[in-house]
């Protein structure tokens, strides 16, 4: 069930991408609900095959959201104060950090690093993804710009090609939400209007992101 508004710690929007592990988004949803968090989903276009729509909507209390809406509509979801990308597959990954933004999952991403907003993205990609030269200088450039990527052996083990799904069960969804915590103890969330001068430094924004990442381990 959301969060009673006394309670709200603020509006986490969950992105969903094309993957096995999308099957348990809800799982993410009940641990950020039970911190407080009013979530919201959106998903990739791909990912829709994988959730159930309709079981996320009555979760959250809200649509779950994959296409553009018209300009001059209403948006039906609040603004977001934090983002959690997971599971973000390589496609995600890479066309995020390349500045593509050709779904709705994309162009809130690719906007949210220019508002500054704390985001998250746990991947879920196979060991000969990961050898591609494109997926590490994605994952570098992600960080550089301030999104935390939890990648590596110390947060989930790659796995061999056509094996994802006997692997959904070790996806650790609340090491997103950890992660944010971190973020939150050493800088509160802020809208980009809410932010001091010198603060959307960029070398100041790497030089916290390799401190989280160190920390991390």
Known sequence: MPPEPE???????????????ARDANRLIQ???????????IATPSARSF????????????????????????DVLPPPDAIVVAPATFNTINKWAAGISDTLALGLLTEAIGKRLPMVALPFINAAQAEHPAFQG??????????????????????????????VALFPWQLTLEALN?????????????????????????????RLDREAR
């Open 138 to 167: 994605s994952v570098d450039r992600l960080r550089a710009a301030g999104v935390q990527i939890l990648y590596g052996p110390d947060v989930l083990e790659l796995h061999e090609p056509g094996t994802g799904s006997q692997r």
């Open 31 to 41: 641990l950020a609900q039970a911190e407080g968090w009013e979530v919201c989903v």
């Open 51 to 74: 959730i159930d729509a309709p079981a996320l909507e009555t979760a959250t209390g809200h649509p779950v959201r994959s296409q553009y809406k018209q300009p001059d509509a209403a």
């Open 7 to 21: 309670t709200l710690r603020g509006v986490l929007y969950l992105i969903v991408c094309g993957a096995p592990p």
């Open 182 to 210: 971190a973020n939150q103890a050493r800088r509160p969330f802020r809208r980009l209007d809410h932010k001091p001068s010198g603060e959307t430094d960029l070398a100041s924004i790497t030089r916290a992101q390799h």
